[in-house]
Structures are given as structure tokens and as C-alpha cells.
């Protein structure tokens, strides 16, 4: 059950504030520069909220949740006139991928690290855009594929 109490974004950020305290200017430009605002918003929705508030209950059922609603999500793309296979795609390889920030959030306790590998995927993953079906197939196992090594090594470290 998710407790009552709401989180707010210094609650979300107090983990990870000291880290760039002594290099503001530099990160500010780097947000200003190559941060999209929907990553900031993603990731505050998947893991700064839903993530948090179901962590106190259960961190494996947390992670769970907030990796396949953070990949169910992107099925709006259809809406905006996607087609099919690459939406589908995208909704497997973002699942794989939520599960690495989630991972990257319950580890580092900062969200900073979740929305720049997020905005790099999201930069890197236009090469699979626009390419053939066989392409965009390519791509989204490779993107899955290292999303679950990565997962894989965090979960082996953490164990230690």
C-alpha cells in the first residue's frame, strides 16, 4: 500500500545534491545544452515518483512496476502516427531500458544519472528510427540487449 504522505521534488533530489554542488555551472550547462525536458519529466514520473512511493512497500514489485508502465507508455507514439512494428519494438526495448534507470535510481539514489542516460539513449536510439524494418529490428535487440548486460552487471556488483 502507497503510503499517504506526497513526495516533492526535493525529497526526489536530497540524494544527490552535494554530488554537483561543486560543479553547478558545468552540469546547468550541460542540462541547458543536451537535456530535453520530456526526459526530466519521464524520469521524474517513473522513478523520482511512482518508484519512490512503491519502493517503502516493496523494492522488486517497484521495480517491476515502474519499468513496464515506463515501456507501456511510449505505446502513444501510435497516436502520433507511429507505425506498429517500431512502436512495439520501442515499447520492448523502452521496458528493458526502464528497468536499467530504475536499477540506476535504487543503486546511485540520484535521479541526474536516470534523465542524462536517458537523453543519451534518446539521442542514440534515432539511428534506429529511420532505417528498414530489419534495421529498426537490429537496433531494438542491440538497445535491449545492452540495457539487460548492463542490468546484469549492476545486479552481480550489488550482490557483492
Avoid at 48 to 61: E, N, Q, R, T
Avoid at 113 to 122: D, E, G, M, Q, Y
Avoid at 141 to 148: C, E, M, Q
Wanted: one cysteine or more; hydrophobic letters at 50%.
Amino acid at each position: 500500500m502507497i503510503t499517504q504522505k506526497q513526495l516533492t521534488l526535493a525529497d526526489i533530489f536530497e540524494d544527490c545534491q552535494e554530488i554537483f554542488e561543486s560543479d553547478k555551472p558545468q552540469f546547468l550547462t550541460l542540462l541547458e545544452n543536451h537535456i530535453d525536458l520530456d526526459e526530466i519529466i519521464e524520469e521524474l514520473i517513473f522513478r523520482g515518483f511512482l518508484f519512490k512511493a512503491m519502493a517503502k512497500d516493496g523494492i522488486k514489485s517497484a521495480i517491476i512496476v515502474s519499468s513496464i508502465t515506463f515501456g507501456l507508455g511510449h505505446i502513444i507514439n501510435l497516436v502520433n502516427g507511429a507505425e506498429l512494428l517500431p512502436t512495439f519494438l520501442q515499447i520492448i526495448y523502452a521496458t528493458a531500458i526502464g528497468f536499467l534507470f530504475t536499477m540506476l535510481f535504487h543503486k546511485g539514489k540520484c535521479l541526474w544519472p536516470c534523465i542524462i542516460t536517458h537523453s543519451v539513449v534518446n539521442s542514440l536510439s534515432v539511428i534506429g528510427v529511420e532505417g528498414t524494418t530489419t534495421e529498426k529490428i537490429i537496433s531494438a535487440v542491440i538497445l535491449t540487449a545492452v540495457s539487460l548486460g548492463y542490468i546484469a552487471l549492476i545486479y552481480k556488483n550489488k550482490k557483492e
